[in-house]
């Protein structure tokens, strides 16, 4: 089972939300200084709470593991992962492990990103494509998704492992023969790694997370 949908979260309503969200939940969002980043916590978390709803699962506790990575501790067979950009999050569940990366396609993004961090290869396949930075923004949502998979985040180096882009998206030398799945989504590029080939990203409607 795998599941993946997306919401844009610029109109959420916040005083409907925040009796909607757990304690913790409560005062993460209220860490956050601006109303931008408000919204992103509390719609990741209604977004992964509809989800959950929809499988028959609606009392998930959430704890904080090794890493920083979020985990359902009720529910050992069911994995999570969030992520969000400028006014969009993303969130896929699945009965195995999953990594979900969505970012803004920004034209403007500095390439030497690539050049300092990213593989040797995939830099090179960068900088020879026609469009060098929706190019960039395949790989990092593909190396960022893998990352987020492992639990290790920005813990594990971006340099330290290969992306292939070819007919079919792959992670070189892997043993665990994962799936790579990559959407365009408006302006945005969306990454997953998973067991499961994902065929399609539900869309969410804000009023729907209430």
């Known amino acids: ?21 757990s304690k913790e939940r409560q005062e ?20 992964l709470k509809k989800l959950l709803y929809e499988e028959g699962i609606t009392d998930f506790q959430l704890k904080i593991g090794k890493y920083d990575k979020p985990y359902i501790c009720n529910y050992e067979n069911i994995f999570f992962n969030l992520s969000h950009s400028k006014e969009m999050v993303l969130c896929g569940i699945s009965d195995m492990k999953i990594g979900a990366d969505i970012e803004y396609n920004d034209p403007t993004i500095d390439l030497d990103i690539a050049k300092h961090y990213f593989y040797n290869s995939e830099y090179k396949s960068i900088i020879n494509s026609a469009n060098p930075s929706d190019e960039f923004f395949k790989y990092w949502v593909l190396k960022e998704s893998y990352m987020k998979y492992t639990g290790l985040g920005m813990n594990l180096k971006l340099d330290s492992f290969e ?20 959407f365009n989504l408006e302006n945005y590029k969306v990454g997953i790694a998973s067991h499961y080939n994902v065929s399609k990203l539900i869309k969410i409607n804000v009023d729907d997370l209430y």
């Open 1 to 21: 089972m795998i599941k993946l949908a997306y919401c844009n979260v610029d109109d959420l309503d916040l005083k409907k939300t925040y009796s909607l969200t």
């Open 163 to 182: 992306i292939l882009i070819e007919d079919n998206i792959k992670l070189k030398n892997d043993s665990k023969n994962l799936k790579f799945n990559l």
């Open 28 to 47: 993460k969002i209220d860490y956050y200084r601006f109303k931008k980043d408000k919204k992103l916590s509390a719609g990741a978390y209604l977004l």
